[in-house]
């Protein structure tokens, strides 16, 4: 076996991240190949990325033989939900087991079943995504055919394993807006009759090269950002276009963006070109947990609000179990645009909060979004974790609970011994990289943090990605121990 091999395997188990395992008899014992996005019962077609002397990590080319455990639908399988056709309820199982296995790997928690509190499940199953990207290029896979066409108009999504090649969306996915998926081959035959051409990604040539869909589930309504290359933009009427969505979607469209971006990096957003507002609005209002938040194109915002309104439920249930806020800080570090600290104050009027960021322009957000909710007792700053205290010196010994939610990378080495520094009573720590996490919970750990309880929320239905959210308790003996 060597490097680009092309293997063909029988997937047997599964392991965090969407790796499904693949044993192969040797005369040393089995030798084991992982592929990404693969599911137990499933025969595949796998290129060898990365060998060492056990084992081998692979990329998947295409499914060969469907596992008995799928259940194919009128859903169009797609590479950002490779287990569309899996069961949710069979997806919650290996999520579940694959995750707690992590956590005594890398967290070495042993009994982390004992600790394990509930597993949530996203409440709507298909089309919760509230932002989808779709991608132009005139190079075609045609699914029918499963061959490569040149010359074509493609609307949709990169075909698995290429950066070049585009599968046209032509049944819903199950994952965005089910109306606005089922006409989304309307808007394709519609551009391509402009006569102008879809991105030709190798060349770096073309007109249409994404579409973006934000939407808004309290409003029902759909932000839409065009972005197209110069290259015959004088032969493009962008009104005749807008006009053309607003009798495709009448009231739901709620604006169109054209962004022009002559960058050759193959990505939609807006600040890689110039941009125009073509028709109504550039935002949309989203609810979460009974408040509002403004969302434009390109703000963070949590991709499945209605788990997401799970997610901080479960951790203030964290926040509050057994704890006094009255007389102690509750702490909300990369608190972004102030989302945790907000529905802490709606639930919670006694407590004084304070939301961390060291983006200051996340911060101007979050004090927008507070004075929208009409909530005053939050306090936002814009700070690094590890100054915080010496520039606050007034919240020294006053922090009763750290509400943390990192970036999928997690926290730096460096900043989480800050914020171990902080020496609040708890930290809540929600996470959408349970790998990350585990590997802090061994670091917390020995600073007597005690790992007391561990949720995971499916916010991502059909991919392999699971959230989690922890709670660590402080144990006092260890400090004194430690001074001592």
């Known amino acids: 076996m060597h490097r680009n091999e092309i293997i063909e395997v029988e997937i047997t188990g599964y392991a965090f991240g969407g790796n499904g395992i693949a044993k192969i008899p040797t005369e ?26 056990k084992h081998a990590e692979c990329k998947l080319v295409q499914i060969l033989q469907r596992s008995p455990l799928e259940q194919v639908t009128d859903f169009q399988e797609i590479s950002g939900a490779p287990y569309i056709y899996v069961p949710v309820e069979m997806q919650q199982k290996y999520k ?3 995750t707690l296995d992590i956590f005594k790997k890398i967290g070495r928690v042993d009994a982390i079943e004992n600790l394990f509190d509930t597993y949530i499940s996203s409440p709507i199953p298909h089309f919760y995504r509230n932002k989808m990207e779709y991608s132009f290029s005139s190079i075609e896979h045609d699914l029918e055919l499963n061959e490569e066409k040149d010359n074509a108009f493609a609307l949709g999504f990169k075909r698995r394993g290429t ?70 933009l004088e032969k493009f009427d962008v009104q005749k276009f807008s006009s053309f969505l607003v009798q495709l979607l009448g009231e739901r469209l709620a604006g169109l963006q054209h962004t022009i971006n002559d960058n050759v990096a193959d990505r939609a957003k807006i600040e890689n070109g110039t941009n125009q507002l073509v028709y109504g609005d550039s935002k949309v209002v989203e609810q979460l947990s009974g408040l509002f938040f403004e969302i434009s194109m390109e703000s963070f915002f949590q991709t499945n609000p209605k788990s997401a309104e799970l997610l901080y439920q479960k951790a203030l249930d964290y926040v509050f179990e057994e704890n006094d806020l009255k007389s102690k800080v509750v702490m909300d570090l990369f608190c972004g645009t102030g989302t945790i600290g907000q529905i802490l104050a709606k639930r919670e009027n006694s407590a004084e909060i304070i939301g961390v960021d060291i983006v200051e322009e996340a911060i101007v957000d979050a004090k927008r979004n507070a004075e929208r909710n009409e909530i005053e007792s939050v306090k936002f700053f814009t700070a690094d974790v590890g ?25 730096a080495p460096k900043t989480l011994r800050k914020v171990i520094d902080l020496n609040a009573e708890r930290i809540v720590y929600i996470s959408c990289n349970p790998s990350t996490q585990a590997r802090d919970t061994e670091t917390l750990q020995s600073a007597g943090y005690k790992l007391e309880k561990l949720s ?21 003996n260890f400090v004194l121990l430690t001074e001592a």
Request: zero cysteines.
């Open 96 to 98: 579940q087991s694959s």
């Open 28 to 53: 040393n014992g089995d030798f084991v190949v992982f592929v990404e996005n693969t599911f137990p019962g499933q025969v595949v077609q796998a290129r060898v990325e990365k060998k060492r002397k």
């Open 456 to 476: 995971l929320v499916d916010q991502f239905p059909h991919t392999s990605h699971i959230e989690s959210i922890a709670k660590f308790v402080k144990d006092p």
């Open 387 to 411: 100054k915080f205290l010496s520039q606050y010196p007034e919240y020294i010994g006053k922090i009763g609970t750290i509400v943390l939610d990192p970036p999928r990378a997690g926290i």
């Open 163 to 232: 950066w070049w090649k585009v599968e046209s969306l032509n049944h819903q996915s199950g994952l965005f807006d089910e109306e606005f998926e089922t006409k989304l081959k309307e808007i394709r035959v519609y551009l391509e009759q402009t006569g102008l051409e879809a991105w030709h990604p190798p060349k770096k040539t073309g007109f249409f090269r994404h579409i973006v869909v934000r939407k808004s589930f309290y409003q029902d309504q759909l932000l839409i950002n065009l972005v197209t290359s110069s290259e015959g």
